[in-house]
């Protein structure tokens, strides 16, 4: 298993940007596909992007495409969000998700979670 922790959540207005951070450490860190998740408050946790291990393949959730980014840094267990001309709808907590299996759209919850970065988008 490997632990995550997310960073860089914060207030912002409609039509602005936040791009946040996800690093994972621990055992076999590299061979882990990894991805961003959300929840709204009373909602189920939901997809939003993923990266499969070698960072060739990204998924998107429709309501974030063209929006938000997806990529790995340096080193490759640092994985981003860029996200884009947030809207209200964007609000939740983000979660960082670390697993061996890809992070396909419809794929079961699984894998290693961090505590989360809330993100508050205003109109």
């Known amino acids: 298993q490997v632990q995550v922790l997310e960073s860089g959540g914060g207030l912002v207005q409609a039509g602005g940007s936040l791009r946040l951070s996800c690093t994972a450490s621990g055992r076999a860190v590299f061979n882990y596909n990894m991805g961003w998740f959300r929840q709204a408050p009373g909602k189920e946790r939901q997809f939003v992007a993923s990266?499969?291990?070698?960072?060739?393949?990204?998924w998107y959730a429709a309501s974030v495409e063209g929006r938000f980014t997806i990529s790995r840094g340096n080193p490759p267990s640092i994985l981003y969000l860029q996200m884009n001309s947030l809207k209200p709808e964007d609000t939740g907590t983000y979660f960082c998700?670390?697993?061996?299996?890809?992070?396909?759209?419809?794929?079961?919850?699984?894998?290693?979670w961090g505590q989360g970065t809330q993100v508050t988008v205003t109109s």
């Open positions: 998700n670390a697993r061996t299996r890809n992070i396909e759209p419809a794929s079961e919850l699984e894998g290693s």
């Open positions: 990266m499969n291990v070698g960072g060739g393949t990204t």
